[in-house]
């Protein structure tokens, strides 16, 4: 299976969003913005309707008795409402249409030429039913694509000059500001992205590049070569990171270089009774030796020796592979130890040395492997007698609980020497020298 980078695992995610952020933000502005403008050409609109309504009724509010009344009606109505359009100052329009649908209103000529085609194209709505007083304000169309919010009027009056009012406001000056400032939130949220996604990549690769190295240093470590890694990192994480891998690094060099003694010393304690077993096979065969019993006797105690340090490697070996974990229980050192003195007690005669322990508390106990510490002291005491001169004694400290070997040089054991312990008994297989 593929796998994916930091880098892309951190930028992919944030460049989709990133990438879908000025589409995104430019639609929701534009339709937002819509919605404010249809809002505000309809609120033009009501204040409009607001204000020329009643000056409607209140203009026609008498019957007219003869046509000169209804065409003062008329005239009072035509002059209040021009200056009150244009005293609201707003983006709605007024426009009035007479029985032939001719535009009465507005009288400016540059006005009526501009709403020229706005009053055919409605008197064409009103003939064909598509535009009817009374009804809340629609939105319109016209040929050339521009968008008005309209509302008509039937003006009550008997005169044959005014019939219809259309209050107007166009909505597509307002959307046209929208689509050019939309374009404008367009351009700008992409530079942001822009600059986001340079800076994004760029404290990306700030983690990455250090990360890299890492691994770099970790294959370093993996072939054998330990030294430290120098370069310090600004991030904290790195640099913590950086210090374990130094530390895992001379831990690494320690066991590599306990291993390369541990094979070292193997070698060389197989060796030597390998050497001897040959040897004497060969005294023997060759007919070197005229009791060939005692030759074949040194050869038995170098095999045993032999299978003593094979069965050692096992044990060490299935511990460290966690096949053969301890099993801890509370073990009276007082036995283990005199078990173990009176296994090479003969030995001890035979050596002529003088192996002897103190007295031990009956109740001081260590927490351990029965098996595996009677092992320990076995080849602790075995080793001890074969090497020693003149004598073997066990000491227990109480306050530590350590075992301690110490050798004596004179033919009666002294306690009180400590100095001689054998540091390295627990690094692996190391040369005996008689002690």
Same mark, same amino acid.
């Given at each position: 299976m593929k796998r994916q980078t930091l880098l892309s695992r951190l930028l992919l995610p944030v460049l989709v969003?990133?990438?879908?952020?000025?589409?995104?933000?430019?639609?929701?502005f534009q339709r937002a913005a819509a919605r404010y403008a249809y809002g505000e050409a309809a609120g033009d609109l009501k204040d409009l309707q607001q204000n020329i309504l009643?000056?409607?009724?209140?203009?026609?509010?008498?019957? *007219?008795?003869?046509?000169?009344?209804a065409s003062e009606q008329v005239g009072d109505f035509l002059r209040q409402a021009g200056p009150l359009?244009?005293?609201?100052?707003?983006?709605?329009?007024?426009?009035?249409?007479?029985?032939?649908?001719?535009?009465?209103?507005?009288?400016?000529?540059?006005?009526?030429?501009?709403? *020229?085609?706005? *009053?055919? *194209?409605?008197?064409q709505a009103i003939k064909a039913g598509e535009l009817s007083p009374g009804t809340e304000a629609v939105e319109w169309a016209d040929t050339s694509g521009e968008t008005w919010l309209v509302r008509l009027y039937e003006i009550?009056?008997?005169?044959?000059?005014?019939?219809?009012?259309?209050?107007?406001?166009?909505?597509?000056t307002i959307s046209a500001w929208v689509d050019r400032t939309s374009l404008l939130v367009l351009v700008i949220s992409g530079l942001f992205v822009?600059?986001?996604i340079s800076v994004l990549w760029v404290t990306a690769r700030s983690v990455s590049r250090p990360l890299n190295r890492l691994c770099w240093e970790a294959d370093r470590i993996g072939t054998g070569d330990f030294s430290e890694i120098s370069p310090t990192f600004s991030l904290r994480e790195l640099e913590q990171l950086r210090v374990s891998m130094n530390g895992m690094s001379r831990q690494l060099q320690r066991s590599d270089q306990v291993q390369k003694d541990f094979f070292q010393n193997v070698?060389?304690?197989l060796r030597n009774p390998l050497m001897s077993i040959s040897g004497y096979a060969q005294g023997i065969e060759?007919?070197?030796f005229p009791a060939p019993k005692e030759a074949a006797h040194t050869i038995l105690e170098e095999s045993v020796r032999l299978t003593e340090l094979v069965n050692s490697l096992l044990t060490l070996s299935r511990m460290e592979s966690g096949q053969n974990m301890p099993a801890l229980v509370p073990i009276l050192l007082r036995e283990a130890i005199g078990d173990c003195l009176d296994r090479f007690h003969g030995l001890a005669l035979q050596k002529g040395v003088v192996l002897a322990a103190p007295v031990v508390d009956e109740t001081l106990a260590v927490l351990g492997d029965e098996e595996l510490l009677g092992k320990v002291l076995d080849n602790l005491v075995s080793n001890a007698v074969r090497y020693a001169k003149t004598s073997v004694a066990v000491v227990v400290t109480e306050e530590n609980r350590h075992i301690q070997i110490v050798r004596s040089l004179k033919k009666t054991v002294d306690l009180s020497i400590t100095s001689t312990i054998f540091i390295s008994i627990f690094s692996g297989f190391q040369p005996k020298k008689r002690l």
């Open positions: 969003v990133l990438l879908l952020l000025p589409p995104l933000s430019c639609l929701i009643p000056l409607m009724e209140n203009s026609f509010a008498g019957q *007219a008795d003869t046509p000169e009344a359009v244009h005293r609201m100052g707003g983006r709605a329009s007024l426009m009035i249409l007479g029985p032939d649908f001719r535009m009465v209103y507005p009288r400016d000529e540059g006005e009526r030429e501009d709403a *020229a085609p706005l *009053a055919e *194209a409605w008197a009550p009056t008997q005169s044959v000059r005014l019939r219809y009012l259309v209050t107007y406001c166009s909505v597509s822009l600059v986001a070698s060389h304690e060759q007919g070197v």
